[in-house]
């Protein structure tokens, strides 16, 4: 699995806080924290509240790498903010992300093709998110035939079906889990497939105990990725046991720790 | 339309593994390919043989193979000169089989400077491994173990339920060491982690997937060094370990190698030996020096050296 790490985003009060006053070592640490427990590549995103979007996504490119040589997942709707984070980025980035929108695509992807990066590529367009897997796979298909006109391999692809709250679109869940088998099959080399694992229990009780259940279902249906807070270990050990399930990693009684030692 | 073959090309390498000092270093492992397949892969380092010799006479061997050593299986020290000097083993294997109660309990102390000896003589690396008795390997080996630091041997054997001891000795004494399960891909993986787990370099184990004989289940232990090393290419480091196989004492333990012609015997190492090469063996220990240098031409052959 490619896990990339969620909690460095200036939506999370903290986080936002820090970036407003340039606390290093808030981002650093979680950047440290996150790697410890498993992450990949980091998102890295400025938030809803900014004032200097480019100026922090420097900031936080900078911040980070000064820590962390990790991959990073260059997360803002804005083209400007996203390539201001690619100038800087010392390993191969991903771009977070791209609608099926055609101008969005066109924009994104040739950021892509500038600074060699891989590419989050989200199944809805500007009326929104689609309500069943069949415009899911439209739209995911949109992307890829985008992608292959700009000579982007589509194994750079990370095609989301976009997760929703389970209180506010229950049935979106199988939908979403169906996609994902569904993008797998679109195109040689398959594309990876990724979701923003968090999203599914937002506003629920049990935030833990629904991603954790959500991901290894997702995993069996052929997820390659997610966006997630890796600091959540019983989350990791579940993801960790569903890919030893599938027989992704051989069984051992300390399998999570084998996991873990790689 | 020409048929274009799939070739597979895998990111993790097989961990090196060297065994002895200086010059006659020996290095296993280190590929990145199923065995031979030069197409997809490379073998840095080639499959390596062993002599085995035992530290006392032999008391049930055959006589077809005993009787190739003539004499000097009376005098280890003589005996590892023959397998070296004589036929050529680059590396040996020793087992300390008269420390076990039911050939002698023979104390740390007797079997040291045999060892000293044969690595004054030789200067070739040795694997080392215990009679076979746990309790009795727990008190020789340690000691063993330390009057021999810095030889960088290879020690032998530890296993899921009886580990900790060699591995702090190995550990304290730089050596490396081999770490057995019974033809279980699942256990061998654990023994890895367990032993890696009391700060032991990863990269110094060796693997005894438990060897197997032409006759008895020889595809079985296949399926396993298989599977393990198909997982360790693909980054599981846990299993990306050097295998070695006992052959000799496997393939001479069946009735069919010693209760018939020499040339029988000896085929039967040859046949087990070649097996296990194309299992993904890295480590032979084996036994007759007629096998031994047939399965050297092999090995020359399968690596396209002339």
């Known amino acids: 699995m490619i896990v990339i790490g969620e909690l460095i985003n200036g939506m999370y009060k903290d986080v936002g806080k820090a970036i407003m006053n340039k606390e290093a070592d808030v981002i650093q640490h979680l950047a440290v924290d996150q790697m410890k427990s498993g992450a990949t590549a980091l998102d890295v995103n400025v938030g809803p509240y900014s004032r200097d979007p480019v ?28 390539e201001a984070g690619l100038k800087l980025a010392s390993k191969r980035a991903i771009i977070n992300s791209t609608s099926a929108d055609d101008d969005r695509m066109q924009a994104i992807f040739l950021l892509a093709k500038k600074y060699n990066t891989q590419v989050v590529g989200l199944a809805m367009d500007k009326t929104g998110v689609p309500n069943n897997k069949e415009m899911r796979l439209e739209l995911a298909a949109t992307i890829v035939a985008k992608a292959i006109e700009f000579d982007i391999s589509t194994g750079d692809l990370f095609l989301d079906p976009v997760v929703l709250p389970i209180n506010v679109a229950q049935a ?21 497939t990724i979701i923003g694992l968090s999203n599914i229990s937002q506003g629920t009780k049990f935030r833990s105990l629904v991603n954790r259940t959500f991901i290894a279902m997702a995993i069996a249906n052929g997820l390659t990725s997610a966006i997630l807070d890796p600091l959540d270990k019983e989350l990791m050990d ?17 399998f999570l720790e084998a996991y873990r030692k790689k | 339309m020409a048929i274009e073959l799939v070739k597979e090309r895998y990111a993790s390498p097989i961990n090196t593994l060297e065994i002895g000092i200086g010059g006659k270093a020996v290095k296993i492992g280190g590929q990145t390919t199923l065995p031979f397949l030069f197409d997809e892969g490379a073998m840095s380092n080639p499959p390596v043989i062993a002599l085995e010799m035992l530290d006392c006479e032999p008391s049930d061997w055959a006589d077809s193979l005993r009787s190739r050593y003539g004499d000097c299986v009376k005098d280890p020290v003589k005996w590892a000169d023959k397998c070296v000097k004589e036929f050529g083993s680059k590396i040996l294997c020793v087992r300390l089989q008269s420390t076990h109660p039911d050939y002698g309990s023979k104390k740390a102390e007797q079997v040291i400077p045999v060892l000293r000896s044969i690595i004054k003589n030789t200067g070739v690396p040795l694997v080392i491994v215990g009679g076979g008795d746990d309790e009795r390997d727990n008190e020789v080996l340690p000691k063993v173990s330390q009057a021999l630091k810095g030889e960088n041997c290879l020690f032998g054997i530890a296993t899921q339920n009886n580990y900790k001891t060699l591995t702090a000795t190995c550990l304290a004494d730089g050596h490396s060491i081999i770490a057995e399960s019974p033809i279980d891909i699942n256990i061998a ?12 370099d990863s990269s110094r184990i060796a693997m005894h997937p438990t060897t197997t004989s032409l006759g008895y289940g020889m595809e079985y232990v296949y399926s396993i060094m298989e599977r393990g090393r198909l997982a360790a290419f693909m980054g599981d480091k846990m299993l990306a370990m050097p295998f070695i196989l006992f052959v000799g004492a496997e393939a001479w333990k069946t009735k069919e190698a010693k209760d018939f012609s020499a040339v029988q015997g000896i085929g039967w190492e040859l046949a087990t030996a070649v097996s296990m090469l194309q299992s993904g063996a890295d480590l032979l220990v084996m036994r007759h020096p007629e096998a031994v240098e047939a399965v050297g031409k092999y090995i020359k052959n399968a690596m396209g050296e002339k």
Do not use: H
């Open chain 2, 189 to 200: 993986k654990q023994t890895n982690i367990l032993i890696s787990d009391m700060g032991f």
């Open chain 1, 238 to 254: 579940s993801m960790i046991s569903a890919e030893m399930l599938l027989n992704k990693a051989i069984y051992c009684d300390s």
């Open chain 1, 55 to 82: 100026g922090d996504m420097k900031w936080l490119v900078e911040t980070i790498q000064s820590v962390a040589q990790v991959p990073l997942s260059l997360d803002s709707t804005r083209i400007d903010v996203i």
């Open chain 1, 172 to 192: 979106q869940g199988r939908e979403a889990l169906e996609s994902i088998r569904e993008f797998r099959l679109l195109c040689d080399p398959s594309p990876n």
